[in-house]
């Protein structure tokens, strides 16, 4: 049932949905100015504590190519680790997969592009090459007893490319699949996702592989984000990806913004009748941290007006003279 009209939840939609926090990753990743250690680690414990059940929460990458992160370490070794909160962090090779087997990550999450260009960009080599390190990422994740996760940027569209074919991102999922992966998101970078797009890349990529749990990772980069959700939630899927208060923005894609907002994605879930196990007030707390964190106010709007029932004294405004 909706949080707060009483009606009943949409035909189809899923109970319940697991909201992935990327924030501290994607989100920080973009900042320029350095976020003090013990600063991303308070935000990531806020969030826990707020009942955010799944984060991506940090990437081992190069110091050079993503200095922002390169506390990598520091941070899954501060994080509060005696909840149920899944840590994941984002792994491009085998050298970040043993320093991330070595931190006790709760998965690894490794990515590629579904477009060549982008791929080039973002990790400096081609696809290929790029999904043939894959096997000495699962070896080393393997023999530490860590799941391996996948994630396919650019599946519904390319800065450089422009379309996408469905066929290249079913590919992808199928090679993840057979590497033994349980779970894919499939990444909108640079928010190019439209719904009957969404609805059409869900079914081919469940037909193709049944069992892979899929999540969806939108940017709000044209403003139909939770649009894109609802047509998810609509094709059964029951895990997206979301920054707190919008953060968020890849640095080698032009035009890149802002994560879809974990706290507008999750008023509208539980306005949907859908369970999170999170404390909106709380979330909506945190993102007002965020802002003050990163120095400029945030997209998300929920933080700013609250919940549909948060009403007003009369008092408040003035009458119209008229
Ligand atoms: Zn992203």
Redesign the pocket.
């Known amino acids: 049932m909706s949080a707060s009209t009483g009606l009943p939840r949409p035909p189809g939609f899923p109970e319940k949905v697991r909201v992935v926090e990327?924030g501290t990753r994607?989100g920080f990743q973009a900042e320029a100015v350095w976020i003090p250690t013990e600063t991303k680690i308070e935000v990531l414990n806020s969030l826990i504590d707020a009942g955010v059940p799944q984060f991506e929460a940090t990437a081992f990458v190069s110091a050079r190519a993503v200095p922002q992160l390169r506390d990598a370490a520091e941070v899954m070794a501060g994080v509060n680790r005696a909840t149920s909160a899944k840590l994941t962090a984002l792994v491009p090779n085998p050298k970040g997969a043993e320093a991330a087997a070595e931190a006790k990550v709760d998965a690894m999450v490794v990515f590629v592009s579904a477009s060549e260009s982008h791929n080039l960009k973002n990790l400096n080599r081609p696809r290929a090459e790029t999904l043939a390190g894959f096997e000495e990422v699962c070896r080393i994740a393997k023999a530490a007893d860590i799941p391996v996760e996948g994630a396919i940027?650019t599946s519904f569209g390319c800065p450089f490319e422009g379309n996408v074919a469905i066929e290249e991102v079913v590919k992808i999922a199928r090679i993840y699949r057979d590497l033994g992966l349980k779970r894919i998101a499939l990444?909108?970078?640079t928010g190019m996702a439209t719904p009957p797009l969404v609805t059409a890349l869900c079914r081919e990529v469940h037909e193709a592989v049944p069992d892979l749990e899929v999540a969806l990772?939108f940017?709000n980069t044209r403003g139909i984000g939770l649009v894109n959700v609802y047509a998810g939630l609509a094709e059964g899927i029951t895990s997206f990806?979301s920054s707190i208060g919008g953060l968020?923005g890849?640095p080698f894609a032009p035009g890149?913004t802002g994560?879809i907002c974990t706290e507008d994605l999750v008023y509208l879930l539980h306005e949907c009748g859908i369970e999170t196990g999170i404390d909106l007030e709380k979330l909506c707390a945190v993102a007002q941290r965020v802002e003050e964190i990163v120095g400029r106010p945030l997209p998300g709007q929920v933080m700013k007006a609250g919940p549909r029932l948060r009403t007003s004294s009369m008092d408040a405004v003035a009458t119209a003279c008229g």
């Open positions: 990327v994607d940027a990444g909108d970078t990772h940017h990806e968020g890849c890149a994560n």
